[in-house]
């Protein structure tokens, strides 16, 4: 499978081969489904919490006899059933992401790039060498690739600080380092845009 290089002035200068083992297989729906479910269990902060009757200050005292007074008994002011009381199963810290093997999880992102592939949703950058920060320069590109409107995602081989911070008042558009990125940026993502580092580098992690 090939497609198309362009130059950061949205030429085009050649085709590139993609490798099957990444942009040619058939996705599987079912498994990147449980990954993306997994993934965003996990962006959960999982901070809340409730106190029990043992958490609870106060109550250290029997309110009243146990017998005699023609009331429930009670022992303890801080009873689920008192007002102020301790909560029954309540909310505590906790992590709600579930361990996901490493195997499942390269082959779900593998499903997510061939799918792009298939939607001719990937353009290849040569390079970018930016003299200045400059967002326009960025937002011309992306117009230029068809891309204008659409949800990007832009991948480099390393952290490229002057194009990092062009990108960050465009907010359709979305930088990442092609090693660590997430099969759900990509997946959220109309068009993958990616440097041929970031395409080597992609490969390298991936296949």
Not at 61 to 84: F, H, N, V, Y
Request: charged share 30%.
């Amino acid at each position: 499978m090939t497609t198309k290089v362009y130059n950061q002035d949205g030429k085009e200068i050649g085709t590139v081969e993609l490798k099957p083992e990444v942009f040619g297989i058939e996705p599987n729906e079912y498994l990147v489904h449980q990954y993306i479910t997994n993934y965003l269990a996990s962006q959960r902060q999982g901070t809340h919490q409730t106190k029990t009757r043992k958490e609870v200050s106060g109550g250290g005292k029997k309110p009243w006899k146990q017998k005699g007074t023609g009331r429930a008994r009670a022992g303890t002011i801080r009873s689920p059933l008192w007002r102020g009381g301790g909560t029954v199963f309540g909310p505590h810290p906790r992590e709600y992401g579930a361990t996901f093997p490493k195997k499942m999880k390269r082959l779900a992102i593998c499903s997510v790039l061939s799918a792009k592939a298939k939607m001719d949703a990937i353009r290849v950058i040569d390079k970018f060498d930016m003299t200045e920060i400059k967002t326009k320069f960025v937002a011309t590109l992306v117009n230029k690739l068809n891309a204008d409107g659409k949800k990007c995602i832009l991948l480099d081989e390393g952290i490229n600080k002057k194009l990092v911070l062009s990108c960050r008042n465009m907010d359709k558009l979305h930088y990442c380092r092609a090693a660590i990125v997430n099969g759900y940026e990509l997946l959220d993502a109309d068009v993958v845009v990616i440097t041929k580092a970031g395409l080597a580098k992609v490969e390298e992690t991936f296949a």
